[in-house]
Each structure stands twice: as structure tokens, then as C-alpha cells.
């Protein structure tokens, strides 16, 4: 099956952008859903499809997709959004599902 | 609202079988656009996808564990479960229950998968 590329750690100071990415051959055709985790948390859902947010998610998070590389942005970076980012999507090859290893968000 | 829970021993003993249900209330596990997964996180691990089951009983494995796990549903019961053979230290992790949702864009931009509702986890601990 196959993978999906995260950066191990990226950090924004408080009220900046910033730019989470995730790469895969699996993106080729597949939109990527974004999960954010906090510490002794399960994951929650914060983004999906084409422009799609669950009810109650802040507009500052957004997501893009280009070719093989999806994004999820944080406009004005909050003290709150400091967790663990992960990125998944549909396998096409086996329809199956993955995940990336996730990124760790500090908000300095 | 769609509530998910986890249930099942906290301790297995290795090589022996975990067992782990799934409850799902506030809404009908038999609905047509969804499917049931099972996602599980080794202590400061990321996250790994073990399976999903649909409403009438098919099945998706990650290949990695394809031939140690099966998955049941029980509609009248409103729970899915799991079941994983021949358990090592290796499997020690939060088991995550999850509603996962299957689409595709009309205009054949593209598909996406989601998991929108999640169970709190469990702890299941590997003892030698």
C-alpha cells in the first residue's frame, strides 16, 4: 500500500501562518483528511475534501491539494492549536486506508 | 449526537487474542454511506489504520495485519468488534474505534476518506 509524508515537527509563533504538508502517491486522485490530536485525546477531524470543516472547527484552518501534496493551513496560529497534525486518505491501489506519521505543532 | 465507545481487557497476555467491541449510539450502525473502523496508536506513535468493516459484513484489512485480525458487525446490537490473533508487546496501543465516511466528488475532481467520530480509545497492554 502506500505512504503518506509528514514533516516530524513544525513550529509557528503565536498568531502566524503556518503550513502543514503531506505527501503521497495515494493524494493522485484523493483528497486528504487532517486530524488533530492532543495529548491523551483522540484524534478529531478539522478538515477534509476539496474546502470542508466539521461543524464547530475554526475557519483558520484550511486545506489545498497540489498533485501529490496535500496542505492544511492555520491563519493566525492560537495557543490551542499546539498538538499532533495527521493526514490520511483513501489507497486507491487497495482501498484501503492510511495515515501519515503526523506533525507535531508547537506554537511559540 | 454519535456517540462511539470502546470495550475490552486492558491486559492480554501475548500470543493470545484481544478482543474489542465497538458500541455506537445516538444514530444506526446499518447506514448505507458508512463504514466502521478500527485505528490503534503504540505508545508516542502515530496512527495506524487496522481495518474497517460495512454495514453488511464486508471487510478491509491493512495488509500488514491482514491474516491476525477479523471484524464482525452486529446491527441489532448497534456494535462492530474486532478481533486480533497471536498478540506480541508489539501490539500494545490505544485502540481507537471510528465512524469513517466513503465519497466522491461529483465532478470527478476526486474522492475523500474521513474518520469524523472516534471513540475515546482504549489502553490494551501486552504482558509477556
Known amino acids: 500500500s502506500s505512504e503518506l509524508t509528514q514533516d516530524p515537527a513544525v513550529s509557528v509563533a503565536l498568531g502566524q501562518t503556518v503550513r502543514i504538508t503531506c505527501q503521497g502517491d495515494?493524494?493522485?486522485?484523493?483528497?486528504a483528511s487532517w486530524y488533530q490530536q492532543k495529548p491523551g485525546q483522540a484524534p478529531m477531524l478539522v478538515f477534509y475534501?476539496?474546502?470542508l470543516r466539521p461543524s464547530g472547527i475554526p475557519d483558520r484552518f484550511s486545506g489545498s491539494t497540489s498533485g501529490h501534496t496535500a496542505s492544511l493551513t492555520i491563519t493566525g496560529a492560537q495557543a490551542e492549536d499546539e498538538a499532533d497534525y495527521y493526514c490520511?486518505?483513501?489507497?486507491?491501489?487497495?482501498?484501503?486506508?492510511?495515515f501519515g506519521g503526523g506533525t507535531k505543532l508547537t506554537v511559540l | 449526537q454519535l456517540q462511539l465507545q470502546e470495550s475490552g481487557p486492558g491486559l492480554v497476555k501475548s500470543s493470545e487474542t484481544l478482543s474489542l467491541t465497538c458500541t455506537v449510539s445516538?444514530?444506526?450502525?446499518?447506514?448505507?454511506?458508512?463504514?466502521w473502523g478500527w485505528i490503534r496508536q503504540a505508545p508516542g506513535k502515530g496512527l495506524e489504520w487496522i481495518g474497517s468493516?460495512?454495514?453488511?459484513?464486508?471487510?478491509y484489512r491493512n495488509p500488514t495485519l491482514n491474516s491476525r485480525v477479523a471484524m464482525s458487525i452486529d446491527t441489532s446490537k448497534n456494535q462492530f468488534s474486532l478481533k486480533m490473533t497471536s498478540l506480541t508487546a508489539a501490539d500494545t496501543a490505544v485502540y481507537y474505534c471510528?465512524?469513517?465516511?466513503?465519497?466522491?466528488?461529483?465532478?470527478?475532481?476526486?474522492?475523500?476518506?474521513?474518520?469524523?467520530?472516534w471513540g475515546q480509545g482504549t489502553l490494551v497492554t501486552v504482558s509477556s
Open positions: 471510528a465512524r469513517e465516511s466513503r465519497a466522491s466528488y461529483a465532478d470527478s475532481s476526486g474522492q475523500y476518506l474521513t474518520l469524523d467520530s
Open positions: 445516538g444514530d444506526s450502525i446499518y447506514i448505507v454511506n458508512y463504514y
Open positions: 468493516i460495512y454495514y453488511n459484513g464486508n471487510t
Open positions: 495515494s493524494l493522485r486522485g484523493n483528497y
Open positions: 475534501g476539496k474546502n
Open positions: 490520511n486518505s483513501r489507497d486507491t491501489n487497495f482501498n484501503h486506508v492510511v
